[in-house]
């Protein structure tokens, strides 16, 4: 019994051992005999990393309303990946003649035209600038042909570069060699699919999708494409996206050149949080160009929704009353007068609930050639943001500020006396007029009737340095924070103009260099409306995720930024504020035949500021004076008259105090 165990421990362990040997040998061939031919088979297999597309983030106002969303669109898509090289031009005669039968449209970017059996360069605009990267000094290296030659010969040259002199129909050649043009000059590769039509047809989509077997390769992507909507309410700040650009690609990591990018306004301010996450593919192709395995890796994620702090209801009575009011100017007071801007601020955190500009523009249709060619060339400039980039003379609105510096600094006190007799002449040189003759004036009268004489001279009492640092502590000169575009202005100073002492009494009212942008003027009604403390002005109110379900980012009143702190006397502070108060309440105050028997107590300056043309017209206030909840300030250029101003702001409180619709004043 034992012997019979033994042999067969012996058997099993000869049969081990056969099997390890044979094992062993075949690793020999493998791994040395036919070494190389696995090698080649290894080498030849190669792997692609794909992306899909991302979702861009939504843009809406305060309370709900779409600015900018999605759309679900087809483009037929050639992808470097799946395509058998030697095929390429038999796969695009296939989907050209495909896209024929719908009569779809297809993007043909070649500069070269083919008709009644002619080649000929192309002379519209849409065509220059592709013929400029044809005859550019590099193309013209690969094609090895002057940059003078016919288009007949550039045809030629263009026919050996993309294989495709064996295509006898010449029509069809010319389309093959612009698809492959324009492939080129987009980098189609394998990371970089090429887009051959965009927003096909349902029924187009459906021929496609069911003839791709055949054509390996061409797939029709589903894209989210932007959406524009209320196009007209808020043009300038929501801002547009478009193909990203050489120099942007350069500057910004995790783009494609097919990419989509924040052009301005807020689609550039939040491109970070609007973009969202492209998905992740690896596909194996072997040796004949053939798909042998895909495989998901990452999941494309959406962008995040952006909430502005844009209220429509307010925003719509700000483009209705500007665009009504510049309008009446023009018609019936001067004809120079076509422009200007409002901002309506919220006291408590800055935050900007209108900010509307004139003339404007539709932004669904900023795409649109024809359309953005016509506004480019409008003399008007509508395409310009008059509310954040446009810097304007305050005239009279500056008073304030330097009614603030000459108690802080102890040059008047509010009950003194300055005796106005009309031409301020203490520079002979520089006179300052002004516009009545207001006798014994102290710091109350002086802001409710504007008096340019009382102002001149507090102002030289301060001298220029003293003025501009108390402007600055209000803001004027300095970037307000919002996170679009804006210009800081021109607060005058030393630094600005070779400076006399004849110029400081101008700038103290509000003339010489200074120039400020509405957005800054109704920071600083604000600032005085907030007593003393200036927040960073902006227009973002929340950030959510995509399904607004998650709140990411927000701003409020226990989280905006301090930007300064006037740290002045209380008591100064209020006789300003008083004095405002008397512009809007007192008989003799320049706005009070707008505001008198007002519902709610407002507090303001009015302005009229010199140029070349007819003088603008400026206007800021804030209210309820008791208890500030808002701040407002105007510019029309060349208004003439306060009227055109003031009836804006008195708009833009009608609707916050009472929900009113604008309906234009009797005339």
């Not at 360069?121 to 220059?128: A, H, L, V």
């Not at 006399?500 to 109704?522: E, K």
């Not at 017209?617 to 250029?637: L, S, W």
């Amino acid at each position: 019994m034992e012997n019979k165990l033994n042999r067969r421990g012996i058997l099993v362990l000869v049969i081990a051992i056969v099997i390890f040997v044979g094992f062993m040998v075949r690793l020999f061939f493998w791994q040395v005999v036919d070494g190389e031919k696995y090698k080649e088979i290894a080498k030849n297999n190669s792997t692609y990393s794909l992306t899909s597309n991302r979702t861009r983030g939504e843009i809406l106002t305060s309370d709900g309303k779409p600015l900018a969303t999605n759309k679900t669109v087809y483009n037929v898509v050639l992808k470097k990946g799946y395509i058998d090289d030697n095929k390429l031009n038999d796969t695009i005669i296939k989907v050209l003649d495909l896209l024929k039968t719908r009569n779809e449209k297809w993007i043909d970017n070649l500069p070269i035209s083919y008709k009644n059996n002619s080649y000929n360069f192309k002379n519209d605009d849409n065509s220059k600038k592709n013929l400029s990267y044809l005859k550019s000094k590099e193309f013209l290296g690969y094609l090895d042909i002057d940059k003078d030659d016919s288009a007949d010969n550039f045809i030629e040259k263009l026919a050996d570069r993309y294989d495709c002199k064996n295509i006898k129909n010449e029509e069809e050649k010319r389309n093959v060699i612009s698809v492959r043009f324009n492939m080129e000059k987009s980098n189609f590769s394998t990371t970089n699919d090429y887009v051959l039509a965009e927003n096909i047809s349902n029924d187009m989509m459906q021929i496609v999708s069911e003839n791709t077997q055949s054509m390996s390769g061409v797939e029709v992507d589903t894209e989210v494409e932007r959406v524009y909507k209320n196009g007209t309410l808020a043009p300038h700040i929501v801002g547009t996206v478009g193909k990203i650009n050489e120099e942007e690609y350069n500057e910004n990591k995790g783009y494609e050149l097919n990419d989509l990018i924040g052009k301005f306004g807020i689609e550039k301010a939040f491109e970070s949080e609007l973009r969202g996450e492209v998905g992740k593919a690896y596909v194996e192709k072997n040796s004949k160009g053939n798909v042998i395995g895909t495989v998901e890796t990452e999941n494309a994620k959406p962008g995040n929704t952006v909430w502005l702090t844009i209220d429509s209801g307010l925003q719509k009575v700000a483009l209705e009353s500007l665009e009504y009011n510049i309008n009446q100017c023009h018609s019936l007071v001067a004809n120079d007068c076509v422009a200007g801007g409002v901002v309506m601020l919220n006291v408590k955190d800055f935050s900007v609930l209108a900010a509307a500009s004139f003339p404007t523009y539709d932004i669904s249709k900023y795409s649109d050639y024809d359309y953005y060619t016509s506004l480019s060339n409008d003399e008007t400039t509508p395409l310009y943001s008059r509310t954040f980039d446009g810097a304007f003379a305050p005239g009279s609105v500056f008073k304030p500020c330097v009614a603030l510096a000459g108690l802080e600094e102890g040059k008047i006190t509010k009950d003194s006396v300055i005796t106005c007799t009309q031409d301020y002449d203490y520079y002979p040189t520089d006179i300052v007029k002004c516009m009545g003759y207001h006798g014994d004036t102290s710091l109350n009268k002086a802001l409710a009737v504007s008096c340019n004489y009382y102002f001149a001279e507090v102002g030289r009492r301060l001298g220029i340095n003293t003025i501009y640092s108390y402007a600055e502590k209000f803001g004027l000169g300095l970037p307000t924070g919002v996170e679009i575009n804006e210009s800081t202005g021109i607060l005058a100073g030393r630094d600005s103009k070779s400076w006399t002492a004849g110029n400081t009494v101008q700038a103290a009212i509000g003339q010489s260099d200074n120039a400020f942008t509405p957005a800054q003027l109704a920071t600083y009604v604000a600032t005085i409306a907030n007593n003393g403390t200036r927040l960073q002005t902006h227009l973002m109110k929340k950030i959510t995720s995509y399904d607004r379900k998650k709140t990411i980012k927000e701003n409020n009143e226990s989280n905006v930024e301090v930007k300064s702190t006037l740290k002045v006397n209380e008591e100064n502070l209020k006789a300003v504020q008083k004095g405002m108060w008397s512009v809007c309440n007192e008989s003799d105050g320049t706005a009070y035949d707008v505001f008198s028997n007002y519902g709610v107590t407002v507090a303001g300056k009015t302005g009229t500021a010199e140029n070349s043309g007819t003088d603008h017209t400026v206007f800021m206030c804030y209210a309820p004076y008791e208890k500030p909840e808002v701040a407002i300030a105007v510019v029309v250029e060349h208004g003439s008259m306060k009227k055109y101003s003031t009836d804006v702001a008195k708009a833009l409180l009608d609707k916050y105090f009472y929900n009113k619709d604008y309906t234009p004043s009797e005339e």
